[in-house]
């Protein structure tokens, strides 16, 4: 084991140390990214941190991060390669645990090692409405910020004794985030608090005595707070919303208003982005705003959903992104935000997201509902946002009165979730790839206004016809009848389980009921394109009724049988039991 285990650790050194080999061909590259390790608001003190990792670790340097801050950083690497060190460096206990990935815009001026590695100087922070801006100069790459004189033991002591109990805790959780204490909050400095302070003193080239300083004390505090220090958290008051909180203003900036949101667009290749959720109206209005904010691309589909009477929270993870939306009702003023932030970069969102939460704070005034009226308009997009779309939509049926929905194969394959009418979930029974037909089953029993009748007897050549389907894939929100008449009982290779119909169906129409003028179901319309295979236009192919019983068999289901005594239904009857018996399915990735 102890081999197996040396193997494994000198094949993890060699893939780091051939990252340091590679990191020079990078260097220049507009896609470099660094693992900040240490921040220090003493040049001197980030020089030492700096030689005590060039130490132990390759590709180690040091920059100026602005406001009189120094950073440790290591790279640069490529995106993935900096995320296989944070990994392993962190398990390894060779950095902070708190490291995160850092972007070469937010270096400057080098001061570690003699020799610069290049880095694009960042950009000034673009801040919001009412933004306080530090505009304190930069300070030259020589200067040597003092530190504070030190304090003798007993000093420290003293000094200590005059924090309150949510200071000593803050110390604690400053403490455990760097993983030198692994024990509980509670302010009360024992052995076990002491012991993780000489260690990080000790980490940090100080005497380890196990009394923090008032210096030192700073120093731990600034380094639990690097994450927030690196993207400019600034207080800001947004009027217009009536919204008070802390937002990462060298991230996102001010963009523009369209009712219910204040948009705070991207500033860097980050990609964060930030919505101030701000509107007049009742529980109704916010319960209603709980499913639209569902509906947008900004909120994948994959997370934790919570709603009350008067507050909601929402968390998304997927397609790259994660967002979080909380939003309350109070006096009539609904208000919150959403927070989007890129996959990868947890230490920071999570650091940024609290403080957003613990500062948020309700102004006087709502957004007016007019705002961003004279906007351009798209069906797709909500206030300039974009809805969420399914990746390809088909009709299905229903067969019984439990929900259980017949439909094309083509639509449940390759889907991370299926839907019914957009709004509810579906299990995947069985897919017959083969013949082209699934079945589904509703996560949470379904009514259906209307069930399927499986024709008994082989309908006849030339006789009337019709599909029910949503032809548009549920643009005009309801289905629609598509009439023509049947051609064969078989399909062109022979095929007696497939009908030929001469039709002209949409795409959208694939997966819905094929009817005669009884009401029977006949079949299960077939998508117009199989495999490499286009049909002619008007030339269209159905499962027919056998098709639909075998496959229901395999998913242990049945349908209900058509009366063979049955009369033509009026139009009206036939378009009002097909209507009910259609629904919407939708393939979501």
Not at 349 to 356: A, C, D, F, I
Request: aromatic fraction near 6%; charge should be negative; proline fraction near 6%.
């Amino acid at each position: 084991m102890k081999r197996l285990f040396a193997v494994w650790a000198v094949s993890i050194c060699a893939t780091l140390f051939a990252l340091a080999g590679s990191a020079q061909a990078q260097q220049n590259t507009q896609n470099s990214v660094w693992v900040q390790v240490a921040a220090h608001p003493s040049l001197s003190r980030a020089q030492e941190r700096a030689r005590d990792f060039a130490s132990r670790l390759p590709d180690v340097s040091g920059f100026s991060l602005g406001g009189g801050w120094y950073g440790v950083v290591l790279g640069p690497y490529t995106r993935s390669d900096a995320e296989r060190v944070l990994q392993v460096y962190r398990s390894e206990g060779q950095i902070p645990r708190d490291s995160f990935i850092a972007f070469s815009r937010n270096l400057r001026a080098q001061f570690f090692p003699a020799e610069p590695a290049t880095a694009t100087p960042a950009p000034a922070p673009v801040p919001g409405p009412s933004a306080a801006v530090d505009t304190a100069p930069e300070a030259p790459q020589t200067t040597v910020i003092p530190a504070q004189p030190d304090e003798t033991p007993a000093e420290a002591r003293r000094s200590e004794r005059a924090l309150n109990r949510a200071e000593r805790e803050a110390l604690q959780i400053a403490l455990q985030s760097q993983g030198f204490y692994n024990s509980s909050i509670d302010g009360a400095f024992g052995r076990g608090t002491r012991r993780s302070m000489a260690d990080w003193q000790a980490a940090n080239l100080y005497e380890p005595t196990g009394v923090l300083t008032t210096a030192q004390r700073k120093v731990l505090i600034d380094q639990y707070n690097a994450p927030l220090i690196s993207v400019g958290m600034t207080q800001i008051e947004d009027t217009a919303a009536g919204i008070a909180l802390q937002i990462p203003a060298n991230e996102v900036g001010f963009d523009r208003y369209e009712s219910p949101f204040a948009q705070y667009k991207s500033l860097t290749d980050l990609g964060a982005r930030l919505f101030l959720i701000s509107q007049p109206g009742d529980k109704r209005t916010l319960h209603g705003l709980y499913d639209i904010i569902q509906t947008l691309e900004i909120v994948p589909l994959d997370g934790a959903r919570k709603r009350g009477n008067t507050s909601f929270t929402i968390e998304g993870q997927g397609n790259g992104i994660v967002s979080y939306t909380q939003a309350s009702l109070k006096n009539g003023e609904i208000k919150g935000f959403t927070l989007v932030w890129p996959e990868g970069d947890d230490a920071r969102r999570t650091r940024v997201l609290t403080t957003m939460k613990s500062s948020f704070a309700r102004l006087d005034g709502v957004l007016d509902p007019a705002a961003g009226a004279d906007a351009p308009q798209n069906v797709d997009l909500l206030a300039g946002l974009q809805i969420r779309k399914p990746r390809l939509s088909r009709s299905g049926f229903f067969v019984d009165g439990q929900g259980t929905v017949v439909t094309t194969s083509d639509v449940v394959a390759s889907c991370s979730r299926v839907t019914l009418d957009h709004d509810f979930d579906a299990t995947v029974l069985v897919n017959d790839t083969d013949n082209g037909l699934a079945v589904l089953a509703p996560k949470d029993a379904l009514a259906p206004m209307a069930i399927a009748e499986l024709a008994t007897l082989s309908p006849r050549l030339q006789s009337d016809v019709a599909v029910s389907g949503f032809s548009y894939q549920g643009i005009l929100g309801a289905p629609s009848l598509t009439w023509g008449a049947l051609s064969d009982l078989k399909s062109l290779d022979g095929n007696t389980g497939v009908a030929r119909l001469d039709l002209a169906a949409q795409a959208g129409d694939a997966g819905g009921p094929v009817l005669d003028s009884t009401g029977a179901v006949l079949g299960m319309l077939l998508p117009r394109k199989i495999g490499s295979q286009q049909l002619p236009a008007g030339v269209s192919f159905a499962a027919n009724a056998d098709a639909l019983r075998t496959a229901l068999a395999t998913a242990q289901r049945s349908a209900q049988d058509k009366s063979t005594d049955s009369s033509p239904l009026p139009n009206d009857a036939l378009v009002r039991s097909a209507n009910g018996m259609t629904v919407l399915v939708s393939c979501w990735e």
